[in-house]
């Protein structure tokens, strides 16, 4: 069955960088387009990029500049890199795949900004 699991999320600093890594399995990676969604505490989920299968990339408005996805086929990971962050980055970051009309989510991890 598709799988998504999330790593990478930590405490940090306003200012700082981190590196998100979702790992994929149960369906052929390579041809569908992976994407990274947040949801701060009592918000809505709100993408936050995406990475085609034929190398596109995309980004919500918020974080362009600062945020930066990628995808590595062969590992079957798609990692999103943040820079800058500020305190309103703060929130669960969620792993997503659409496979066979069906919405596939990982467990998300947690990415807390603050001094």
């Known amino acids: 069955q598709v799988q998504l699991v999330e790593s990478g999320g930590r405490t940090a600093q306003p200012g700082e960088s981190l590196s998100l890594s979702c790992v994929g399995s149960?369906?052929?990676?390579?041809?569908?387009?992976m994407a990274w969604y947040r949801q701060a505490p009592g918000k809505q989920r709100e993408g936050v990029a995406v990475?085609?299968?034929?190398?596109?990339?995309y980004y919500e408005d918020s974080v362009k500049g600062r945020v930066t996805i990628s995808r590595d086929n062969a590992k079957r990971t798609v990692d999103l890199q943040m820079h800058n962050l500020q305190p309103e980055d703060t929130a669960v970051y969620y792993c997503?795949?659409?496979?066979?009309?069906?919405?596939?989510w990982g467990p998300g991890t947690q990415v807390t900004v603050s001094s």
């Open positions: 997503n795949v659409w496979v066979g009309g069906v919405a596939y």
């Open positions: 990475a085609s299968n034929d190398g596109d990339l």
């Open positions: 149960g369906y052929a990676f390579s041809i569908y387009p």
